[in-house]
């Protein structure tokens, strides 16, 4: 089965510092990896995907994340916060060699961007 | 923003009334998804559709039903609404194969029974 962990429930950050969002995984095949923003009484915002390749994945708004094989990791960086980042942000994950496409989302982790 | 779309927004409705939540998709995906959200919470699974006349039950029970007739449009259904199903409702949608295995989500549905 899969599973995903964001063992924190809010990060705070004041405004040009850096952030990192934390999501470890577990899946008995490879994955496929993502992460979503959603902002107040709104839907979830597709960020960024590892699917293969480069280990550092660009996405949206300037975030990015790296793929830690080793360690099951699928952190949530990016080097400069804006106040505007503010939201809750959801890593999920789908087994590449089930052939199904449900993903599992984990708890959320709520970020807060202080000016 | 994707071209996937939900309505009503919001809908506030008393107990034991029959709703539908709306959810189309201009993309052809074909795959489509409900998740329900309590607020700030995480997602559940309570139905998927891999295509027309294919619909499955996800990982949380539910009590709502779907229907996929036409590719874009998979509408859910409360037959009769208690203050349990209140709730955000997300729907989603992708597409098989190739690397576009990326979920886009609608803007939800908030649903609250009284």
């Known amino acids: 089965a899969q599973s995903v962990a964001q063992p924190e429930d809010q990060v705070n950050v004041a405004e040009g510092n850096p952030l990192t969002v934390k999501c470890t995984y577990s899946v008995s095949g490879n994955p496929y990896l993502f992460w979503y923003v959603q902002y107040p009484n709104r839907g979830l915002q597709f960020l960024l995907k590892?699917?293969?390749?480069?280990?550092l994945v660009k996405g949206s708004y300037g975030f990015e994340a790296e793929f830690n094989k080793s360690q099951t990791s699928f952190h949530l960086k990016k080097p400069s916060a804006l106040v505007s980042d503010s939201a809750l942000y959801f890593c999920a994950v789908r087994d590449r060699d089930t052939g199904f496409q449900k993903l599992v989302f984990g708890t959320g982790t709520r970020l807060l961007v202080s000016p | 923003e994707a071209d996937i779309y939900q309505t009503p927004r919001y809908l506030v409705i008393g107990t034991g009334k029959k709703i539908t939540l709306e959810c189309s998709q201009t993309?052809?995906?074909?795959?489509m998804y409900w998740y329900q959200q309590d607020p700030g919470m995480e997602l559940h699974l309570i139905h998927y559709?891999?295509?027309?006349?294919?619909?499955e039950k996800g990982d949380l029970s539910s009590e709502s039903t779907v229907s996929r007739i036409r590719t874009e449009h998979f509408p859910l259904t409360l037959e009769s609404a208690r203050p349990s199903h209140t709730s955000q409702y997300l729907c989603?949608?992708?597409?098989?194969?190739?690397?576009?295995?990326?979920?886009?989500f609608g803007p939800g549905t908030r649903l609250l029974v009284l």
């Open positions: 989603a949608s992708s597409v098989t194969g190739g690397r576009q295995e990326t979920q886009y």
């Open positions: 559709s891999y295509g027309v006349n294919s619909t």
């Open positions: 590892y699917i293969t390749g480069d280990n």
């Open positions: 993309m052809g995906h074909d795959k």
